[in-house]
């Protein structure tokens, strides 16, 4: 077989996957574009412009989304050293590592859904939560934990920290296991403390991993609370709590504005490609 030969099979090799993208990836995305200038309840449409655009700049609600999308953004670094400090300590085979290995992933395994209709259920006037806190003796402790924003947000963020430590921790292992032992080893031999291994070899090993985990989780505060929020809060009380994706919902679903869904959609799009070139080009400063 010639190499031009080679190459007409390759490339038609891989058109039915391409012809998968252009349907299912590429047709929705040049959809939604096109909505977005226009008014459009899903049947009819009518062009208008930039005025849903402009309407998202005007309407009052977008500095209030961007403030409950920043809640969960500065809680990425959170995570980030929870999942680093579990993973090292798994790495070192503290007592009960055997045991801890084997369950932390089980989170990750559940849907946004589950875990918010469970938080939901402990959280609630006579949830689990204020029931424990009854009986030994805490009443005074409890609250009406799904009515108030600030606690709304905490149980938000618990669930968000949940779902994700083992991600992380098995991003981090992945990682730690790429280190070689001989370093652990030499560094044991001529003293150096577990701080000093952890910020002297541990974290500048781990760069790479701690960049790609800092960057899902950042676009996923953007386009992935959706699940969450709609188990647990539903975006209240008013839109207290209501992130950028599920105004997207609201709009597209409940109010039947899918044009105004479509253009806070691209406006969601241009956002995080932004954060995103932001990080990338933080990325390539740390590791000149």
Request: charged letters at 10%.
């Amino acid at each position: 077989m010639s190499l031009k030969q080679e190459r007409w099979v390759g490339l038609l090799s891989l058109l039915p996957a391409f012809v998968l993208l252009a349907i299912f990836v590429g047709y929705p995305m040049f959809n939604t574009f096109f909505h977005s200038f226009t008014k459009w309840d899903g049947v009819t449409s009518v062009f208008v412009g930039w005025d849903n655009f402009r309407n998202i700049l005007s309407n009052g609600d977008l500095p209030l989304m961007l403030r409950n999308n920043l809640i969960f953004l500065i809680s990425v670094p959170g995570i980030l050293l929870i999942s680093l400090t579990v993973s090292v300590l798994l790495h070192e085979e503290v007592k009960g590592w055997r045991f801890f290995r084997s369950v932390y992933y089980l989170p990750a395994i559940l849907s946004s859904v589950v875990i918010g209709f469970l938080a939901k259920s402990m959280f609630t006037n006579r949830g689990v939560v204020n029931t424990l806190l009854e009986k030994v003796g805490l009443g005074h402790f409890t609250v009406d934990w799904l009515n108030t924003v600030p606690t709304e947000f905490m149980i938000l963020i618990l669930c968000f920290y949940w779902q994700t430590l083992g991600q992380g921790t098995l991003i981090f292992l992945s990682g730690l296991s790429s280190i070689s032992n001989e370093l652990f080893d030499a560094a044991k031999i001529d003293g150096t403390s577990w701080r000093q291994r952890l910020f002297y070899i541990v974290i500048p090993s781990l760069y790479p991993a701690i960049f790609y985990f800092t960057i899902v989780n950042v676009i996923y505060v953007f386009v992935g609370l959706f699940g969450l929020v709609y188990s647990i809060t539903g975006g209240g009380p008013g839109y207290e709590t209501t992130p950028i994706d599920y105004m997207i919902y609201i709009q597209a679903f409940k109010s039947g504005n899918m044009g105004y869904a479509s253009a806070l959609s691209v406006f969601l799009f241009f956002i995080v490609m932004f954060i995103t070139w932001i990080q990338l080009k933080i990325s390539k400063r740390l590791e000149q």
